[in-house]
């Protein structure tokens, strides 16, 4: 029964998700629409383009004076350099959440250079295998001079290891990929390490007033939120401290055993998290 309920609710899921791009597309403020992306405004200055390839797989172009770079590169969008070239003038770098091959797909190959957190070196030989560009690294902390727009390199581990956010601390708001999920955190390292990246991120949000986090499967409604990001944390303790247990993660895994339900989101993991 439970099992009926769980393939109900993620056919449920899926086609809310699938819904969720049809609605989106339907938006006003797009700039532009093909049949692998669109990308709609968010403000003057900052773009997000969905993919249709991996639940509404988002990318997020962002402009400053000088320079524009260019956040994830989806799963495989024909001439994606391209593309974003038509939206800003500006020259535009590749830069990686996370190696993922709905972020760091074939569509990385439009691009010569890409920059991605160290730690998810691990991850190339899986998803950048045929890669011919240069990789190179970002630093925690290190700031993004886009002319007169800053953004900082936040690393945030736990969905892989070398997880990253971007925060824009003038604008209020922030990038974070698949770091907490866009409500289903897939969950690759340990509870520990994600409970610290938890703490880190909201004492950050809260100190330079960042209201939300742009996720890394945008639908409109699901931003990545202080109260949030704090939930999942209180929540990941209660699991790691056998407060709350966990269940059968039975369907669409990713190859991950477990899960843990929050209010309306869900942490799926393997038992090598709970050391
Ligand atoms: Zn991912």
């Known amino acids: 029964m439970k099992r009926l309920i769980l393939v ?17 597309r339907n938006e006003g403020d797009i700039v532009f629409r093909n049949e ?8 003057n200055h900052t773009w997000v383009g969905s993919g249709n390839k991996m639940f509404n797989e988002s990318l997020y172009l962002v402009e400053g004076n000088e320079r524009a770079i260019l956040i ?7 001439n994606l350099d391209k593309i974003v070239s038509s939206i800003t003038s500006k020259p535009v770098t590749l830069i990686a959440t996370h190696v993922h091959s709905d972020h760091t797909g074939p569509s990385i190959n439009c691009f010569s250079e890409i920059w991605i957190n160290p730690n998810d070196t691990v991850l190339i030989p899986f998803v950048m295998g045929n890669y011919k560009g240069k990789v190179n690294y ?8 886009l002319g007169g727009r800053k953004i900082e390199v936040v690393y945030n581990p736990g969905h892989t290891p070398g997880s990253t956010s971007f925060i824009d601390k ?5 990038f974070s990929g698949d770091a907490f999920g866009s409500s289903l955190l897939l969950l690759t390292v340990d509870f520990s390490t994600f409970i610290d990246t938890c703490e880190k991120i909201t004492a950050k ?12 499967h945008y639908n409109n409604n699901n931003e990545e ?26 369907d669409n895994n990713f190859g991950l ?19």
Request: glycine fraction near 8%.
């Open 8 to 24: 109900f609710s993620l056919l449920l899921l899926s086609e809310s998700l699938l819904c969720t791009y049809a609605s989106l």
């Open 36 to 43: 692998d992306v669109f990308f709609r405004k968010i403000d």
């Open 170 to 174: 003038k604008a209020g708001y922030g």
């Open 205 to 216: 949000m809260e100190a330079q007033g960042i209201k939300y986090l742009y996720p890394g």
């Open 225 to 250: 939120t202080i109260e949030k990001i704090r939930e999942m944390q209180q929540l990941s303790k209660k699991v790691l401290s056998g407060e709350i247990e966990s269940k059968p993660n039975t």
């Open 72 to 78: 994830d590169a989806g799963t495989d969008i024909k």
């Open 138 to 145: 970002l630093k925690n902390g290190e700031i993004l001079d």
């Open 257 to 275: 055993r477990l899960a843990v339900d929050g209010d309306g989101y869900r942490i799926i993991f393997n038992d090598s998290a709970l050391k």
